[in-house]
């Protein structure tokens, strides 16, 4: 069993801060910001890509709803919304969770960075959408 579905099962501890029949949400233990948080299924899928649409919206919903809830109440100046689909992208837990990153300042613990072309290369552009 994954370790986010012994929290879920209540087999191991955490900070969990809503729950419903479908849907946990927990602090992240390693704290990137004051408030990060991470909202996951409570039945396993491995990542975005797997999980149901329908409960996606769900979780989606209550992501928002904890986003607004997490600004307000730690007064931070806006957040970060996010989540890592396999290795390649950054995932080490592989059950499905949305980083919720509340946000203070430009330097308050996530460096995000876009490292994107400049100028932009229109034929590159037209061929990726042709795929
Ligand atoms: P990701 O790299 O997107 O798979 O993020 C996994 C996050 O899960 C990472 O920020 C640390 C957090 N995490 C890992 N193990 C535990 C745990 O046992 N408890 C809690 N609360 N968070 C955990």
Redesign the pocket.
């Known amino acids: 069993m994954c370790?986010f579905c012994k929290?879920i099962n209540k087999e191991?501890p955490?900070?969990i801060i809503y729950e419903d029949e479908d849907v946990c949400a927990?602090?992240?233990?390693?704290q990137?910001t004051e408030g990060h948080t991470?909202v996951m299924p409570k039945d396993h899928f491995e990542s975005i890509l797997d999980c149901p649409p329908v409960l996606l919206s769900k979780i989606i919903s209550v992501t928002q709803m904890l986003s607004k809830d997490i600004v307000s109440k730690l007064n931070a100046k806006g957040v970060n919304v996010l989540t890592?689909a396999k290795e390649a992208a950054?995932?080490?837990?592989m059950h499905f969770?949305i980083?919720i990153i509340p946000r203070y300042t430009e330097d308050d613990g996530l460096i995000l960075k876009f490292r994107g072309n400049p100028t932009p290369d229109v034929a590159k552009i037209e061929k990726i959408l042709k795929k």
């Open positions: 370790i929290i191991i955490a900070s927990i602090l992240d233990v390693a990137v991470l890592n950054g995932q080490s837990v969770h980083h």
